[in-house]
């Protein structure tokens, strides 16, 4: 299964696409999350029989945008960055309709248009899901530092 995935995502992980290795999204990269919500998206739509090749290729790209449009997070970025991100994959790649949909969709309801297709709800679903896990893992990682730091800071007191 992983090896078929890695074939239809090997053509799209361009230098374009790489430099995504060093934005930070969710207390990971950009790069993982795409990863991650693009590897779920092939597992649930392959396994419901949707167009997963089109569905993972669009989840893969859904956040293929550069920084200059994402240095701060704020609710009309949130809205805005989906239509940057469908610019910008049509300038190194081609979409199809599903595709495009999949990509600008992918933050209903924040953006206001509903998704047309399954495998756009699908992968909006898969993006809100990641984006929770990713938001706690890294709450827990500076919650368990900023524990530690209490727990040294307070042995120090007790000695
Ligand atoms: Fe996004
Ligand atoms: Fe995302």
Redesign the pocket.
Known sequence: MKDEFNEIIKPYLIDEFNELKNINHHGITRYNHSLRVAYYTYKVTKTLHFNYEEATIAALL??FFSDEVDNEMTIFK?RR??KY?VENACKYFYLTDLQKDIIST??FPITFTPPKYLESWTVDII?DICAIYEKIYSLRKELSAATTFLFILLMSYIK
Do not use: K, S, T, W
């Open positions: 859904h956040d949130l960055h989906p991100a992918h933050m993006d």
